[in-house]
């Protein structure tokens, strides 16, 4: 089975619980006013790889994840590879690997099966009402909800994701709305991630316009800010 990846990182520790081998999948349908991995959008590009030879890559680095690490495969959107996430996630599985899917659970076609060899799911909130989601990611957002549900549904493991951006959701009624809607889900985690700018050059060498220039990045005080007022309702 072939897939395309952008990147690797080894030894990643903010993607998940314990020490990560992170896997960058090519390929996203989502077009984020924020996003700062351009480079991840198109599908097959990047580095051609077979899951045999994937896992032996992971498989280098399995005693360094103890207890808590893993695998997490991000992206990109690696929902879109569903067939090769399926076959890298099962064989992940037959060595006992921990697997994490960072996604904003858009484009995939077998979620159910994606689902079955996940152990954790981090899920990317963009938006909450469908006329913003559209606006921010030029998409509509049932896939997103439909794939949320679905985890409740097979009761995954769940952390929650959600970019503060000035002037687009850095205030106190986002952060209620937010709020209000995680309680119908059993979330073990909420991080709050600030909106930056380091993807901007990335954009001028991709010859891509980039949308947010008169946006600044997101003061990280006043994110830790409105993490604490998220906590607090």
Request: proline share 4%.
């Amino acid at each position: 089975m072939i897939g395309y990846i952008n990147s690797i990182e080894t030894m990643g520790l903010v993607d998940g619980p314990g020490i990560r081998f992170v896997v960058f999948m090519q390929g996203c349908h989502l077009r984020c006013l924020f996003c700062h991995n351009p480079e991840t959008w198109k599908l097959n590009t990047g580095l051609e790889i077979t899951s045999d030879e994937l896992i032996k890559r992971i498989l280098k680095y399995k005693n360094y994840f103890g207890e808590e690490g893993g695998v997490t495969f991000s992206g990109g959107e690696p929902l879109i590879q569903t067939d090769f996430l399926i076959d890298i996630l099962k064989k992940c599985k037959k060595n006992y690997i921990h697997t994490c899917l960072d996604t904003a659970g858009f484009g995939g076609t077998n979620n159910e099966e994606v689902l079955k060899y996940t152990d954790l799911v981090m899920m990317d909130i963009k938006a909450l009402e469908p006329d913003k989601y559209f606006k921010l990611v030029g998409q509509r957002i049932e896939q997103s909800l439909e794939f949320l549900n679905l985890c409740r549904r097979l009761k995954k493991r769940l952390w929650i994701r959600q970019v503060i951006i000035p002037g687009i959701n850095d205030n106190e009624d986002y952060i209620r709305k937010l709020k209000n809607f995680l309680k119908d889900y059993e979330v073990e985690k909420v991080e709050f991630l600030p909106y930056t700018t380091i993807g901007i050059p990335k954009y001028e060498q991709l010859n891509i316009p980039y949308r947010l220039t008169a946006t600044p990045a997101m003061d990280k005080e006043k994110c830790e800010e409105l993490y604490k007022l998220y906590q607090s309702i």
